[in-house]
C-alpha cells in the first residue's frame, strides 16, 4: 500500500486518504480487508475508518482506493451513513408495513 495523497479535512474531522493497492496475480481486495490495512498504516481503530471505493482498471493488478479516517467514533457517526449490511445485521423476514 501506497499513500498517494493526504488531505486533513478539518470541517468534517477526518483525513481523506487516496491510496494505491498492488495485487498482481491476486483478487482485488475487498472493504473489509483494505479497511484493517489502513486502521494498521494510520494506527486508528477499524471504528473510524471508512473505504469509500477501489476503483480497479482490468489487467493492471492495481487499484486505487478512497479512504476516510475520522477523529473519533462521535464523527464518524455524524457523517457517515451505516446501513444494516455493514454492521453485519441482516434482516429477517419481512417488515410489517403500517396500514
Do not use: W
Not at 498517494?4 to 481486495?29: G, S
Not at 489502513?38 to 476503483?55: C, I, K, L, R
Not at 482490468?58 to 457523517?79: C, I, L, P
Amino acid at each position: 500500500m501506497k499513500v498517494l495523497k493526504d488531505f486533513d479535512n478539518r470541517l468534517c474531522c477526518r483525513n481523506e486518504y487516496v491510496i494505491e493497492v498492488n495485487h498482481l496475480n491476486n483478487k482485488t481486495p475487498g472493504k473489509e480487508e483494505i479497511k484493517k490495512k489502513v486502521a494498521e498504516m494510520t494506527g486508528n481503530s477499524e471504528n473510524v475508518v471508512s473505504v469509500e471505493g477501489t476503483f480497479t482498471k482490468y489487467g493492471f493488478g492495481r487499484s486505487m482506493v478512497h479512504a476516510y479516517v475520522y477523529d473519533n467514533e462521535e464523527s464518524f457517526k455524524k457523517f457517515e451513513v451505516v446501513n444494516k449490511r455493514n454492521n453485519g445485521k441482516e434482516k429477517k423476514g419481512k417488515e410489517q408495513t403500517a396500514q
